[in-house]
């Protein structure tokens, strides 16, 4: 089965006031334009996508291209984010081959993340704004707040020149731990890349819904 998906992970309720956790200013992408959703009704966008090339800088000098898997959604700083669907907040999870992270922390490249547990899939929720407000063990449902939008970790970066870049933003992953998920996302015509799914077209249906407004901020 596909995981449960009962809300959009971006929401701005009525009384929504943006803010800027570090008090520098950038406002900019990296090809200098304005970070999109910082006014009007603060609507969220869809940024980089599976496939979005991601030019990194080797401890070499040399750039490399990687493959982004995951989508970002952008919205302005301090938008709820909230989970998609009733699950478990890890207790403990692998970034990396020689890793084990908690399940609801901090690391140098995803900031404050949380990682959220639906039988065999899990999603991966940074780049929030402060620590999580849930534990790793802790017994999630649709909806419940996990934190806030931001741009921790490596959202935001330096350029040549030393001047800043980042604009806040969801990095969301969704994992299929086991080898017969890929296969159910593929039979519903969902990419899949390694064990990462593409979650967009899962809560696209929510987002066009305007599933993004939220009622309440608590």
């Not at 929504?16 to 956790?21: E, I, M, R, V």
């Not at 990687?66 to 907040?89: F, Q, S």
């Amino acid at each position: 089965m596909l995981p449960i998906i009962e809300c959009f992970p971006v929401q701005i309720p009525a009384s929504f006031q943006p803010t800027d956790s570090e008090h520098d200013g950038v406002d900019q992408n990296s090809s200098g334009k304005k970070c999109p959703g910082q006014s009007g009704d603060f609507k969220p966008s869809w940024g980089g996508g599976m496939r979005a090339g991601r030019v990194r800088t080797q401890p070499d000098g040399t750039r490399k291209t990687l493959l982004h898997c995951a989508i970002d959604i952008m919205a302005a700083e301090g938008a709820e984010v909230r989970a998609i669907g009733p699950g478990k907040v890890a207790r403990t999870w692998k970034p990396g081959a020689n890793r084990i992270d908690p399940g609801a922390g901090w690391s140098d490249k995803g900031g404050n993340y949380v990682v959220l547990e639906q039988g065999g899939w899990r999603w991966y929720f940074a780049h929030l704004r402060d620590k999580p407000l849930v534990r790793p063990g802790d017994a999630i449902e649709a909806g419940q707040l996990l934190g806030y939008l931001g741009r921790t970790g490596n959202a935001v970066r330096k350029r040549r020149d030393g001047t800043r870049y980042g604009c806040p933003h969801l990095h969301l992953s969704l994992t299929a731990t086991e080898l017969r998920l890929r296969a159910v996302a593929r039979s519903h015509g969902i990419e899949v890349i390694g064990n990462k799914a593409d979650p967009a077209p899962l809560l696209k249906p929510l987002f066009d819904a305007g599933g993004w407004r939220s009622g309440s901020s608590t």
